[in-house]
């Protein structure tokens, strides 16, 4: 018995020198964090070396009983248990602080490459604004000559291309990061193809090529869903489609409704062309950004990789795929399916008065008064230009806080509506919007205020909406898509 309760103690006095080792060595791991308070960590270290010198006395110069030495024993072992829950802890709280730290620098990252690219497509915009703006004046001038007239339509073209490479590579940052988002809105699908059909048609027109488009079948009138994001990849697409096509050839366009089951609509969009075909092992690849079938046909045919890739993309948020057989020389079929919802809306007689009272109303914008709020004398030149060719006119404001000083020290109704550039020194146009919104005067809460920015991501949106303005629109602005949003805006001039 006398052996057992000094083996208990002994080992018991070994166990609590590995205790302490181990505790002067998690301290010192400690110190750093601790700072002035690190003086507690060496508490423990000294109340173990006190149970181990009385480990040593009662082993050398006691006699233990079975008790006593089974206390000791279980000490040394309760104390290494709490050793190394501590360690645990500890190493828990480790690998959190890593993963935060972690976590962090990829916020930052994203971020960073967040607000690079907010800058670059700010700065690529401002002067895209200025050519395509310019470009409009001198495709609407009637005095132009015809090799001048062309020459500019082939610019518009390519500044249009190149606006549309800025669109695509923002979109596929937003989905990479999630925040691209779907808008539910109510549409007309026959107008939408009608759009997309037109386009098409001249740009086949242009190249020699036989356009054919039809719907098999019935189609709802109406649906709920994203219509422009709709219409963007059905053009992308059938761009694609007309841009390796050699002519002659045909680019076949078909519509049909495949599943209607209650508030559900599955569409399939069939795209078939005559163009130069892919090989079967590059299909796999087709929807990564920045890949083509060969080099020869990226020079031959241009375009960046990226228009498909991005339409494949939406598809999916679309709760839909594209499907895409090909044959080298002999063409390709792309076949799209997106879900919409159901509308109750029905295409009625009502809407062709609808359509004519717009038709009348085409001189609404003449004898407008607008107030430009745009720091770069330029672009304000230019939008200035444009609205003088639809009947308008216009005062220049250099930053928010002169266009909130003109605003308010003209009498009411002074201005029809106010084109709002977001990023100017001294005031912002949110700050600017906001100001005149709370001004106190009849016309503060009702003139348009529309943001003409080349701040152009869903966030800046928001904002845009957020500070009391009625809509966002991105530089480079279409010159017809400002006029409606301009005449749309002065028939529902009621307030926000």
Same mark, same amino acid.
């Given at each position: 018995?006398?052996?057992?309760? $000094? ?115 700010? +700065? ?59 808008? +539910? ?5 026959? +107008? ?21 488009? $039809? ?141 004519? +009272? ?47 000083? *003109? ?12 084109? *709002? ?76």
């Amino acid at each position: 018995m006398d052996l057992l309760t $000094r083996g208990m103690v002994y080992a018991g006095s070994l166990l609590m020198v590995f205790n302490v080792y181990n505790y002067v060595v998690y301290t010192r791991r400690l110190k750093e964090k601790w700072g002035k308070g690190q003086m507690i960590l060496y508490v423990p270290v000294i109340l173990l070396v006190m149970f181990l010198i009385g480990y040593l006395l009662v082993g050398f110069l006691g006699e233990p009983d079975l008790i006593v030495s089974g206390i000791l024993f279980g000490g040394s072992i309760f104390v290494f248990i709490i050793f190394l829950v501590l360690k645990r802890i500890t190493d828990q709280i480790r690998e959190n602080e890593r993963l935060e730290a972690q976590l962090a620098a990829m916020e930052y990252s994203n971020k960073t490459k967040t607000d690079f690219l907010s800058s670059m497509s700010h +700065e690529m915009r401002t002067p895209l604004n200025a050519i395509i703006g310019l470009d409009t004046l001198l495709l609407r001038n009637q005095d132009l000559p015809q090799e001048a007239h062309d020459q500019a339509d082939k610019i518009g073209i390519s500044a249009h291309h190149l606006l549309e490479l800025i669109n695509n590579i923002l979109d596929l940052n937003l989905i990479g990061e999630g925040k691209l988002e779907l808008h +539910e809105d109510e549409f007309s699908l026959h +107008e939408t193809l009608e759009l997309v059909n037109a386009i098409i048609q001249n740009s086949c027109n242009e190249k020699g090529l036989e356009f054919q488009s $039809r719907i098999i079948g019935d189609i709802d009138d109406y649906y709920m869903g994203d219509m422009l994001k709709l219409k963007r990849i059905l053009i992308n697409v059938l761009d694609n489609a007309t841009k390796y096509t050699i002519p002659p050839g045909t680019v076949t366009f078909i519509t049909e409704q495949t599943e209607a089951s209650g508030d559900k609509r599955v569409l399939r969009f069939t795209v078939q062309d005559t163009g130069i075909g892919m090989d079967k092992d590059f299909l796999p690849n087709l929807f990564f950004p920045f890949t083509q079938g060969d080099s020869s046909s990226t020079t031959q045919f241009g375009g960046s990789g990226l228009s498909l890739a991005l339409s494949n993309r939406i598809v999916e948020l679309m709760d839909g795929s594209i499907n895409v057989s090909s044959e080298k020389g002999i063409g390709s079929v792309f076949v799209i399916t997106v879900t919409l919802h159901a509308s109750d809306r029905k295409k009625t007689e009502d809407d062709l008065p609808q359509l004519k +009272e717009e038709a009348e109303e085409k001189d609404i914008l003449q004898g407008k008064h607008v107030l430009i709020v745009e720091d770069m004398e330029m672009n304000a030149e230019i939008v200035a230009d444009l609205l003088e060719m639809e009947g308008m006119t216009s005062d220049w404001a250099q930053n928010g806080r002169i266009g909130v000083d *003109m605003f308010s020290e003209k009498p009411p109704h002074t201005y029809d509506a106010i084109l *709002m550039d977001l990023r100017m020194p001294v005031m912002d146009g949110l700050e600017a919007a906001r100001t005149i919104r709370s001004l106190d005067r009849a016309d503060a809460k009702t003139v348009p205020i529309v943001a003409l920015t080349a701040n152009a991501f869903e966030e800046d949106v928001r904002n845009s909406l957020d500070a009391g303005m009625n809509e966002h629109l991105a530089k480079p602005v279409d010159a017809d898509m400002l006029f409606n949003s301009l005449r749309w805006h002065f028939r529902n001039s009621t307030g926000i």
